[in-house]
């Protein structure tokens, strides 16, 4: 097993926050700090921060990383160029993980998306997210991951919010006698909550850098 971390959560009572937390739980790390729309509790000095709030909760959580000068993993999705510039500024200093999606499975997608895109640059390409009603930014931060690797084409992703919908994302490929199709469905938060876990003991042993869950998954 790995070191036991006295971690801190930034949107605790959230639904990816309490998933997170049930999944720390379960591995044997402690709970020690926690912040959301009730206030803060602490218990003891954590070792590890971590943000599942929103970009506007975004100065408070580097406040607290300041406080604890800690590693920092990023969950917030629908943060600004500003914002992920602050965050690349501050792994030059700590350990810090960023990603709009921690699912393992993402990356792959990420990968066969980057080897269909190579061979059929010249076909017709859609993008389309489906979320939950509560999820706020749109498109999805991962649409535009996926979006990123097709940046040579113009491809406006397609979102939908609809009921608890964890997350599902499709791209297409359209070719004038076939159409391929790469999706990824979230079937439970939980996967999130273990690629966060995956990604705190990947940072808790680094001195300093910024870092993606690419980087966790595949190396660097």
């Given at each position: 097993?790995?070191?036991?971390?006295?971690?801190?959560?930034?949107?605790?009572?959230?639904?990816?926050?309490?998933?997170?937390?049930?999944?720390?739980?379960?591995?044997?790390?402690?709970?020690?700090?926690?912040?959301?729309?009730?206030?803060?509790?602490?218990?003891?000095?954590?070792?590890?921060?971590?943000?599942?709030?929103?970009?506007?909760?975004?100065e408070?959580?580097?406040?607290?990383?300041?406080?604890?000068?800690?590693?920092?993993?990023?969950?917030?999705?629908?943060?600004?160029?500003?914002?992920?510039?602050?965050?690349?500024?501050?792994g030059?200093?700590?350990?810090?993980?960023?990603?709009?999606?921690?699912?393992?499975?993402?990356?792959?997608?990420?990968?066969?998306?980057?080897?269909?895109?190579?061979?059929?640059?010249?076909?017709?390409?859609?993008?389309?997210?489906?979320?939950?009603?509560?999820?706020?930014?749109?498109?999805?931060?991962?649409?535009?991951?996926?979006?990123?690797?097709?940046?040579?084409?113009?491809?406006?992703?397609?979102?939908?919010r609809?009921?608890?919908?964890?997350?599902?994302?499709?791209?297409?490929?359209?070719?004038?006698?076939e159409?391929?199709?790469?999706?990824?469905?979230?079937?439970?938060?939980?996967?999130?909550?273990?690629?966060?876990?995956?990604?705190?003991?990947?940072?808790?042993?680094?001195?300093?850098?910024?870092?993606?869950?690419?980087?966790?998954?595949?190396?660097?």
């Open positions: 097993m790995a070191k036991k971390i006295k971690y801190g959560i930034i949107g605790a009572s959230g639904r990816l926050g309490s998933e997170v937390n049930n999944v720390f739980n379960e591995s044997g790390h402690e709970l020690v700090f926690q912040f959301d729309i009730d206030g803060e509790k602490l218990t003891e000095k954590p070792e590890l921060l971590i943000d599942c709030s929103l970009p506007d909760v975004f408070k959580s580097i406040k607290y990383q300041q406080e604890y000068q800690c590693p920092l993993i990023v969950a917030t999705t629908g943060l600004s160029s500003e914002q992920l510039n602050k965050l690349k500024e501050l030059n200093n700590y350990p810090v993980v960023q990603s709009f999606n921690y699912s393992l499975g993402i990356q792959v997608m990420l990968k066969l998306t980057e080897v269909a895109y190579e061979k059929l640059k010249d076909w017709d390409i859609e993008i389309a997210e489906t979320h939950h009603r509560f999820k706020k930014d749109r498109p999805s931060g991962t649409a535009k991951m996926i979006q990123d690797i097709v940046k040579d084409k113009v491809v406006n992703p397609i979102s939908l609809l009921g608890n919908v964890a997350g599902d994302h499709t791209i297409y490929f359209g070719g004038l006698g159409v391929i199709s790469i999706t990824h469905s979230a079937t439970s938060r939980r996967t999130f909550a273990e690629g966060i876990l995956r990604s705190s003991e990947f940072a808790i042993e680094k001195e300093k850098g910024f870092y993606t869950f690419h980087d966790v998954v595949f190396g660097r």
